[in-house]
């Protein structure tokens, strides 16, 4: 799985294809917050310009549950998890 | 259809909300770049305060050309469509 973060979308599309190249036929990408977009760029730039036979097989969305540093309580997160398959 | 756009989660929360009520049983929340996050917080409030009968049919990823201001160009922008049904 590669969890998407702060750093620009590249660095996770490299992750990706390394994840591929060590012959994984399956990579998830998992996002929460703002970060969401950035994952469904990343597997965008991935199916068009890197890995034309990977299909996004499956896409599931959720709430989470993260500890919020300002009110030291809980609050809900929106989730994104896009799994990619190889030659699907 | 329902175009996530600029304003607070909330406001298209109650658009869907309004075309449910309106006998609808099938809305479409649809977003593009960083506004997808906000299309997936949406489905989360519906589903989690809202709407308990409602569920996520289907979800669509993809990408879309659209008219650079800046370069005159054309860009490449992702893009979302979140298929909610009642009753499903």
Known sequence: MVLIGKKPP??????????????????????????????VDVSQI???RFLKDVEVK??????EQVDNQQTGGKSNVSSIEIVLQRGA
Do not use: C, E, H, P
């Open 10 to 39: 590249m660095n996770y599309v490299l992750a990706v294809l390394t994840l591929f190249q060590n012959g994984q036929d399956q990579v998830i990408l998992k996002a929460r917050g703002m970060a969401i977009s950035k994952a």
């Open 46 to 48: 991935l199916k068009n």
């Open 58 to 63: 499956d896409i599931r969305i959720g709430t």
